[in-house]
C-alpha cells in the first residue's frame, strides 16, 4: 500500500483504485527493466476484471528505484 502519494493506485484501505479489488493481486509490468523511462502497465489478477492502467515512474526517487532494480533482477 502506498500512503506517501495521492497519485497511488491504491487507496487507503490497499484496494485499487480502478476496479476495487485488493491491489496485492495487481502485477505491475515495465514495458523495458532497462529503460523505466518508457513507463509500464497495471493490471488486475482476478478472474474476469479487466482492470488496466498505464503507468510512468518517478525516476527522480533514488531510494525507489535501487528498491525497484532488485525486485526486477532475474533470479540467480
Known amino acids: 500500500m502506498n ?3 495521492p497519485d497511488a493506485c491504491d487507496d487507503e484501505n490497499g484496494k485499487c483504485k ?3 479489488h485488493p491491489f496485492d493481486p495487481h502485477i505491475v ?7 523505466l523511462a518508457k513507463g509500464g502497465e497495471m493490471r488486475c489478477q482476478v478472474e474476469d ?3 488496466f492502467r498505464t503507468l510512468s515512474f ?3 526517487d533514488k531510494e525507489w528505484i ?11
Open 3 to 5: 500512503k506517501h502519494s
Open 18 to 20: 480502478v476496479c476495487g
Open 29 to 35: 509490468i515495465a514495458y523495458d527493466s532497462n529503460d
Open 49 to 51: 476484471c479487466d482492470c
Open 58 to 60: 518517478d525516476l527522480s
Open 66 to 76: 535501487k528498491k525497484l532494480d532488485s525486485l526486477l533482477k532475474p533470479p540467480s
